[in-house]
């Protein structure tokens, strides 16, 4: 089993920045692919930018390319997604998630790939 706990959601202005974190926990040896989604309401989940755990390559979602960037801290077991540049098109619940199989470019959109998700956080774009 390997746990994910979101934070760093909240209420920004537009134009502002945001970082969120995601702890790692659990069976992390089992980890292929870490992946960012964000659902809002009365939409599907999206996919926004993924990232192997081991080898580093990232993918990113058009919609975000250039205004977000995935990163992780191995040694500290934990998976960063810093937006830029928000818009209140992107409140939603985001959330992280984990895949014991690597994914690659829009592959990585799906999420039944995703084996484990955590409980989401909370970012609201003010105008």
């Known amino acids: 089993q390997v746990q994910l706990v979101e934070s760093g959601g909240g209420l920004v202005q537009a134009g502002g920045s945001l970082r969120l974190s995601c702890a790692v926990s659990g069976r992390t040896f089992s980890i292929s692919s870490l992946g960012w989604f964000r659902q809002a309401p009365g939409k599907e989940r999206e996919f926004l930018a993924a990232k192997h755990w081991i080898r580093g390559t990232t993918y990113y979602a058009d919609s975000v390319k250039g205004r977000f960037t995935i990163s992780r801290d191995n040694a500290k077991n934990t998976m960063y997604l810093q937006m830029n540049s928000l818009t209140p098109e992107d409140t939603a619940v985001y959330y992280c998630?984990?895949?014991?199989?690597?994914?690659?470019?829009?592959?990585?959109?799906?999420?039944?790939?995703?084996?484990?998700w955590g409980q989401g956080t909370q970012v609201t774009v003010a105008s």
């Open positions: 998630a984990a895949a014991t199989r690597y994914c690659s470019g829009r592959g990585c959109n799906d999420p039944r790939i995703f084996d484990s």
